[in-house]
């Protein structure tokens, strides 16, 4: 069992949220406009923004699976562990895809926060992105 997880439970970093199913919808569109607005900075060389905007298009499709079990989270470090827990652990997910969200959680914050970022790490990040977005309107599909 995931003990991070469980903490997070505990703190109240992941609760219950009558209105997830219901928004599941919206998250995965947010998903789908944040990954096509970080291809088309990609595509203007603007590595710093499409590495952000990635890490949101991944970001929204995890939150899209987690609202789906009618919960929310009040942590982007808690909504890793609901996935890895929730989704990989279960085998629903591919791990590389958590370690790839966590990939990108540190990647947007070195852009953000430090102003690095790399063409390498944006394009990585997008093949990564789309095949999160994918794999999750898959399972949303079989609930």
Known sequence: SNTKYENCLKRGKIREFSRGKALVSKELGLALSDYKTAQESFKKENYKWSTIQTYYSMFHSARALLYSNNLREKSHFCLIEAIRTLYVDKGLLGYWLIEALQKAKRLREEADYYGEFSK????????KAKEFLEKTQDILKKK
């Open 120 to 127: 390498e790490n944006a394009e990585d990040l997008l093949d």
